[in-house]
């Protein structure tokens, strides 16, 4: 259960901010059972609990029961957490159920999509400060148009020329597998 909750943070804490640190993210770490991997799971494919379930446990607990399951990380990554959280508690409610749908749309991919959106949020953050602007708002752009319009938009001359071949397949897959919420128009 610890470890559950460990997990849950974790994810909650990087989805959360991920687009909104200018610094980038670390990858949030795995904490495996004893043997490699996680109850249920095969040896050697860990799979990921239920996050929602594991959400709403973590948001409903009170800062005093947080403390004990973040006590058991190692203490940078608890000083990481404990602002995160900080941060997260002292949002607008509205703003907090956006991040936590967020959170959701990132869990509701498979694993290899869910892999794929982390990397290229990591590669976003580590552009350059006038490169990551104008990737994220290509980023906003492309989530807010209906599919026809994004792919002729991505395989245009005028996109292929203004971006690298790399921040094209970084909004390419963004756009398609997380887009920004309610942004396709039907």
Known sequence: MKRALQF???LLLWAGGAFGDQ?????APVVP???GAFKGAPKGAPKLANPS???ERLMAMTPEQRDRVIEQLPPARQA??????ERFDQLPPAEKERQLQRAQALWSLPPDKQNLVRRH?????????DRRVLVRQEYVRLSRMPEELRQ???NSEG???RFTPQEQEILRDLSEYYPLPGGRDP
């Open 8 to 10: 849950g943070a974790v």
């Open 53 to 55: 379930n594991v959400l």
């Open 80 to 85: 990481q957490i404990r602002q995160r959280l």
């Open 33 to 35: 059972r004893k043997g």
């Open 159 to 161: 996109f292929k020329n």
């Open 23 to 27: 610094k980038g993210t670390p990858q």
């Open 121 to 129: 949020i990591q590669a976003v953050n580590q552009l350059s400060d």
């Open 152 to 154: 002729a938009r991505v």
